[in-house]
């Protein structure tokens, strides 16, 4: 995704590890035969510092809620909230601002990948938290039986596409509410609003709820089988791709596995892209489409691979506006120091003292890393432009104040040491 031009994406429909704590592996007699993923997390195995440093550096919001799940959940959780924060953030900047995102995941993680997706692409771009209910076999003994999975539905913008997406009108509630008769003999429902008289008639189709129970689950039997280990229902996405996108549209899904999301964007005209670190998702592309889309819409041409990342074409500007720096400034050349490399040297110039009130601490635990002239407007994550604060002066900072205007600011309050 680091290498696809920003804003370039129309829809994301994506379905992730959901950090079951478990290995899963394809049916061994299936077209998957050998498919498999790990879904267990460890903060000293699977993240990266760099990531760290990154959400730390510029995304406060999303590392709070990366710090906080560690602290109610465990370090295991905050992993794989680190793993999805690089990620998301990433599938935010490709997204159109008239794009959308469906994410597929269950109750083990879904109310902690909310808040995350709220740190990401902000709580007044959440659009519905929709429940796909299914019923499969077993049955829990100590509770309710587990027998549904979350997809969290968010918008880039205000102005993301609605197709207005409707569904047939069922009988229960064509006798419940469409209990009129129009001039012509036709069933239909007369409702009138602030004395203007709308006339609605059952081909129409009705909204659909957040709650979908259409869609059994993919079973040893059913006839889409390919046997990847946590495959979904080919028609659980259609309507996610025809709600969200136009014909034509660009539809990503950076955790392909068994290609749903592709195989039915190509079945209702959407261009696409698919990610997967599996070796035969290009294979199992290949076959969906001959099995499922073949004869329906004809051929569908080559499918590209590419097994090295592309080149972008656009600025490599983030898409994220309040990181937009005045002014571009290149990085100093050199290996890019860590957080922890510019504490160090940092307390090794001035010591335990907080930069912006000159206050000397016993313990350097209370000095917070952060940037002279802000990320805002146009600081570097480099050396040359950190500085060591206290909790309370790196608050007042915020992206606001420079070193020398946080001191004055302190000046003024009657802040600084004495």
């Avoid at 478990?22 to 997390?41: I, M, Y």
């Avoid at 994410?103 to 692409?121: E, G, N, Q």
């Avoid at 335990?352 to 917070?368: K, N, S, T, V």
């Amino acid at each position: 995704m680091r290498a696809m031009n920003s804003e370039s994406v129309d829809l994301i429909a994506t379905d992730p590890p959901f950090n079951k704590g478990r290995d899963f592996h394809a049916t061994p007699d299936s077209l998957a035969a050998g498919a498999k993923f790990q879904d267990r997390w460890s903060w000293e195995r699977d993240v990266h510092q760099e990531w760290v440093d990154q959400l730390q550096d510029d995304y406060p919001a999303v590392w709070a809620v990366i710090d906080w799940s560690r602290m109610t959940y465990g370090d295991d959780l905050g992993a794989f909230l680190c793993f999805m924060a690089v990620r998301l953030l990433e599938m935010h900047r490709l997204l159109k601002p008239t794009g959308s995102i469906y994410l597929h995941c269950d109750p083990t993680a879904s109310h902690y990948l909310k808040t995350l997706m709220d740190a990401v692409f902000g709580n007044k771009q959440f659009r519905n938290e929709i429940v796909w209910c299914y019923s499969t076999s077993g049955r829990a003994k100590t509770c309710f039986a587990h027998k549904h999975d979350i997809i969290l539905y968010y918008a880039k913008s205000r102005n993301a596409y609605w197709s207005g997406y409707r569904i047939p009108v069922t009988d229960k509630y064509l006798d419940s509410h469409y209990r009129q008769i129009d001039e012509d003999g036709n069933r239909c429902r007369i409702r009138t609003d602030h004395g203007k008289t709308r006339i609605y008639y059952p081909d129409d189709g009705m909204t659909c709820n957040d709650w979908w129970t259409e869609f059994p689950y993919v079973n040893s039997q059913a006839k889409e089988r390919y046997g990847y280990p946590t495959q979904k229902p080919l028609k659980l996405y259609d309507r996610i791709i025809e709600a969200s996108s136009k014909e034509g549209d660009i539809v990503l899904d950076p955790f392909a596995g068994c290609a749903t999301t592709l195989v039915s964007a190509e079945k209702l005209q959407r261009e696409w892209v698919g990610i997967d670190i599996w070796d035969d998702a290009h294979k199992a592309v290949i076959d969906r489409l001959n099995a499922d889309v073949i004869g329906t819409i004809g051929m569908f041409g080559k499918v590209h691979l590419e097994t090295k990342p592309p080149l972008r074409t656009d600025d490599k500007q983030t898409a994220a506006p309040f990181l937009r720096v005045k002014q571009r400034v290149k990085e100093p050349e050199g290996q890019k120091w860590t957080r922890a490399q510019m504490y160090e040297h940092l307390l090794g110039q001035h010591g335990p003292r907080c930069q912006g009130c000159d206050r000397a601490f016993d313990d350097p635990r209370y000095l917070e890393l952060d940037h002279n002239t802000p990320r805002s407007d146009g600081g570097l994550n480099h050396i040359s432009n950190r500085i060591l604060l206290c909790s309370p002066c790196n608050r007042l900072k915020s992206n606001t104040f420079t070193l020398s205007g946080l001191r004055l600011e302190n000046m003024k309050r009657g802040f600084m040491a004495k």
